[in-house]
Nanobody
Framework: QVQLVELGGGLVQAGGSLRLSCAAS????????MGWFRQPPGKEREFLAA????????MYADSVKGRFTISSDNAKSTGYLQMNNLKPEDTAVYYC????????????WGQGTQVTVSS
């Protein structure tokens, strides 16, 4: 089992920046990939970015490419999402998630952290 805790959400003005962190515990040695998702009010959950734990290769959704950067510190079992040039449309609950194999779902999820961007 892997437990994930997101930190770093809050209220920012449009154009501002936040860095979210995702601290993993439990069987962290088994993590294959960590991802970030968000769910805006009244909308479906949306994939944002993912990073492969071992090599650091990254993928991004088009909606955040160029503004958000995913990274990880394997020694600290922590992932990060650097969010720049935030827009009101970025307002959502942000979640980190982990999968243990390349073929599995993102089956482990954090509790979520609220990001609110004011205009």
């Amino acid at each position: 089992q892997v437990q994930l805790v997101e930190l770093g959400g809050g209220l920012v003005q449009a154009g501002g920046s936040l860095r979210l962190s995702c601290a993993a515990s439990g069987r962290t040695f088994s993590i294959y990939r960590m991802g970030w998702f968000r769910q805006p009010p009244g909308k479906e959950r949306e994939f944002l970015a993912a990073i492969n734990w071992s090599e650091g290769s990254r993928m991004y959704a088009d909606s955040v490419k160029g503004r958000f950067t995913i990274s990880s510190d394997n020694a600290k079992s922590t992932g990060y999402l650097q969010m720049n040039n935030l827009k009101p449309e970025d307002t959502a609950v942000y979640y980190c998630a982990a999968k243990l194999t390349s073929l599995s779902d993102f089956r482990y999820w954090g509790q979520g952290t609220q990001v609110t961007v004011s205009s």
